[in-house]
């Protein structure tokens, strides 16, 4: 840890889309919200997959192709610069399934809603890296099956870390959301848990979410302009 951080608070932050969105990944949905005639939430299923898993595949094989195309932002870059000081009194808790936060240098992340570049087996629940396109069929490494599917966490199924990120934010000093619409939860009830503990909460959003009145403070704008702008004072101020 720099000199003149020792003590620093310990900081849980929460991103989500907003963050990404800058980086051009695609939403996939059409003005319609539809994805090649099909709602998300129909290929974002467990329901979905069990009926049609080709074409659940295809549309996260096309996701992965869509996310290795673009980088991560001053955002995502600003978020590693802080993990860098802070070390382990950093924690990146996201929504996001892309990689931008670990392309960006991050380490100390938590997908709670898994990872596109990860699989897990149907047969064996093993989880490793995605050996390329899903809809191939390629064998699980662990046990052989043809029974890969994304590691990400569908409507319906429970989001992963949820006791760690409970810990974290009860021990936290900060919690800053960034990017974030506020709707979805559990994700959206994490500032009354941090307040609740005392922690101080600031959002960082390009508009007003439905959970912006349980913030101390919000700023609007750019997370690739807000994001720098608040690691700045961070490290400026030493808390």
Not at 19 to 41: K, M, N, Q, Y
């Amino acid at each position: 840890m720099t000199p003149g951080l020792a003590g620093a608070p310990r900081i849980v932050v929460l991103t989500g889309a907003g963050i990404s969105a800058e980086s051009g990944v695609p939403t996939f949905r059409d003005a319609g919200g539809l994805w090649e005639g099909h709602r998300v939430e129909d290929v974002a299923t467990p329901e979905a997959f069990e009926l049609d898993p080709d074409t659940v595949q295809r549309f996260y094989d096309a996701r992965r192709h869509a996310v290795a195309s673009v980088a991560p932002n001053p955002a995502h870059a600003g978020l590693a610069a802080l993990e860098r000081e802070l070390g382990d009194d950093l924690l990146v808790v996201t929504q996001n399934i892309d990689d931008l936060h670990e392309r960006a240098g991050s380490a100390r992340v938590l997908h709670m809603h898994g990872e596109l570049g990860r699989v897990r087996c149907v047969a064996c629940e093993a989880r490793s890296d995605a050996p390329g396109d899903l809809l191939p069929g390629p064998p699980c490494p662990a046990c052989g099956e043809r029974m890969l599917r994304p590691d990400v966490v569908w409507f319906g199924e429970m989001p992963y870390g949820l006791d760690e990120i409970d810990v974290a934010l009860a021990a936290c000093d900060a919690f800053v959301a960034i990017g974030t619409s506020g709707a979805v939860h559990p994700a959206a009830g994490f500032v009354l848990t941090a307040s609740a503990f005392g922690a101080t909460t600031l959002e960082l959003n390009l508009a007003e979410s439905e959970i912006t009145p349980f913030f101390a403070e919000s700023r609007l704008g750019p997370a690739s302009v807000l994001v720098p702008e608040w690691v700045g004072e961070v490290l400026r101020d030493g808390h």
